[in-house]
């Protein structure tokens, strides 16, 4: 049966060169979020690493977001990279995230390296989480 529970999910896809201009974009992006009061389920592609200063705005409690691989536990470093130029190898950084607001549990983080004869569909590798509401 449906929950009635309506959710707003968004993906973004911040800019790959200016730093400013991603802090920029990231403090629109914080402000949308706290004018919601469903909850939030923002992704995408933030030309950022985890910790920057966008990571940090974007998972502050003022935001009201968690990074659903740290949420985890998961540990930064080659296996958590999501870049890799269709090359297959990974590479920079896990510039790929999943954040949530805390209406939800994340149970599971994945990113999907699966490829077609060593063909890749993106530069960037999927990354996916299962999420229970709270």
């Known amino acids: 049966a449906a929950s009635g529970r309506g959710i707003w999910a968004v993906v973004t896809h911040l800019d790959h060169i200016g730093v400013k201009a991603r802090y920029e974009q990231a403090l629109i992006i914080r402000s949308w979020v706290r004018a919601r009061r469903s909850p939030v389920i923002l992704m995408g592609d933030f030309n950022d690493r985890p910790g920057s200063a966008v990571h940090r705005l974007l998972s502050s409690k003022e935001t009201g977001l ?12 080659r296996k958590g990279m999501t870049h890799h130029g269709f090359s297959g190898i990974p590479q920079k950084t896990r510039m790929d995230w999943i954040m949530v607001s805390g209406h ?10 699966d490829n077609l004869q060593g063909r890749y569909p993106s530069d960037h590798f999927p990354y996916y989480t299962d999420l229970e509401w709270s």
């Open 104 to 113: 939800f549990r994340v149970t599971r983080a994945v990113i999907v390296r």
């Open 66 to 77: 968690q990074d659903s691989w740290q949420t985890l536990g998961l540990t930064e470093g």
